[in-house]
């Protein structure tokens, strides 16, 4: 078995040039002391892109007199991006996450360095990408250069996101504990909601849902559903619950059955243990988890997403606040259709009518600058605290009075006056 070539941090990321494009491995697999060592070098070195999804971490690369020798180019905007992205030091490319990974195969945006996070190699010399697989694998496949940060704190995950240490450039030994994520209390909004979403739920559902209140009080609500399965671009402690009570067992999923099928989680210590070598836990990557054609194999997927807004037509913005960068596109069309195009398939977005400040989440025009996540021609169910509609088969005067009946009671007679100066009816 090759050695592993062990350095200081420092030495580790010397081989980054001025000009030179680094990937950064995101979510709770974030190499954030190479990171930071690579900071260090900041008046060393110009014009270095970073790309990335979401990570975790301070991003000093984002801040002042960092940001001079490094451009932030995110495939996705997280809080500590958010604000750099949004100015002269950052860029958003807007793009499926289903996709990301042509960017780098096909060499539109051919990678110089690969910044990782592993586990210790095993007796084979595969260390593992722990709990972020998603768009790092056709990273570390493409790059010229791949520096891993080793810790023996990252779980070792079955599926594809293995790397041999002959791949491996050069690498830095940590032992801290990756990033963590806990469940915080739902809302009553929330749980309103997720009552609501849950009853949209059939036994046997292939199930797509992410992170947060509502799709946790969505799982609160399946305690007595049966055989339930899991193929989803991310998940977090929501599912443990169900799957140690035999709620979710995979067993009528086409792809992969049995198993638990995602590209990346976020969650805490305990979902952390549960991955760690079960081989119930398949991590792909997104070009894999989130491909259409995959997910629509699979019994009645029933994807829930959240947006920002939507209009009375049904155009879904999820990713911008005008024409504020707030998150990105992600998975959301990639389930969206694949749960549409699924044998009794629903895909459904789930939101508050209002936001934290009363204003309405159901308008009659996006803001200027939205952007469209999802289009009207694919949109099906919506579902807020007031209850949930479907949108699909509907013209647009049906489709408003629709999102009216759910919108805040606070906001309907305004948004009635505008149907009616829209479609003079």
Do not use: W
């Not at 180019?73 to 958003?92: D, I, L, P």
């Not at 915080?184 to 059939?202: C, D, N, P, Y």
């Not at 009528?252 to 989680?265: D, P, Q």
């Amino acid at each position: 078995m090759p050695n592993l070539n062990i350095v200081s941090a420092a030495e580790a990321v010397r081989c980054v040039k001025s000009g030179d494009r680094v990937f950064l491995q995101g979510a709770a697999m974030t190499p954030n002391t190479l990171i930071d060592a690579l900071c260090e070098r900041h008046n060393e070195l110009k014009e270095v892109e970073l790309i990335q999804i979401h990570t975790e971490g301070s991003a000093r690369y984002t801040e002042k007199p960092y940001s001079d020798a490094f451009i932030t180019n995110s495939c996705f905007v997280g809080g500590n991006v958010r604000k750099a992205v949004n100015t002269e030091s950052g860029a958003y490319i807007p793009i499926f996450l289903s996709e990301i990974h042509t960017l780098f195969r096909r060499n539109i945006l051919p990678l110089d360095v690969a910044f990782i996070q592993v586990s210790p190699p095993d007796k084979h010399g595969y260390c593992s990408l722990g709990v972020s697989v998603d768009i790092a694998l056709p990273a570390i496949q493409t790059a010229k250069k791949v520096i891993a940060q080793i810790n023996p704190q990252v779980p070792r995950t079955h599926g594809d996101g293995i790397i041999h240490v002959s791949q491996i450039s050069s690498a830095i030994e940590v032992d801290i504990p990756i990033h963590a994520s806990h469940i915080t209390e739902a809302t009553e909004i929330e749980k309103q909601i997720g009552h609501h979403v849950a009853g949209l739920i059939e036994d046997g559902a292939t199930l797509q849902m992410g992170i947060g209140g509502i799709p946790n009080v969505v799982l609160n609500n399946l305690k007595n559903h049966k055989n339930l399965g899991i193929h989803t671009e991310m998940f977090s402690d929501g599912i443990l619950p169900l799957v140690e009570s035999g709620v979710i067992t995979g067993t009528h999923k086409k792809i992969k059955t049995g198993k638990l099928v995602t590209c990346f989680a976020v969650g805490s210590p305990k979902l952390y243990d549960f991955i760690d070598d079960n081989p119930i836990v398949h991590f792909k990557e997104a070009a894999y988890t989130n491909d259409t054609a995959i997910i629509r194999q699979n019994p009645k997927v029933t994807a829930i997403n959240s947006a920002i807004e939507i209009d009375l037509t049904g155009q879904v913005c999820a990713d911008t606040i005008g024409k504020f960068q707030y998150s990105g596109v992600g998975g959301q069309m990639d389930f969206i259709r694949g749960a549409s195009l699924s044998e009794g398939g629903k895909p459904i977005i789930a939101m508050p009518s209002v936001t934290n400040k009363g204003i309405s989440k159901i308008v009659p025009f996006l803001k200027e600058g939205a952007g469209v996540t999802t289009t009207r021609a694919h949109v099906h169910y919506i579902a807020t605290e007031y209850g949930v509609v479907n949108l699909y088969g509907k013209n647009l005067k049906q489709r408003a009075k629709a999102l009216i009946s759910i919108a805040h009671p606070d906001h309907r007679e305004n948004l009635e006056k505008e149907v009616f100066e829209r479609f003079k009816s």
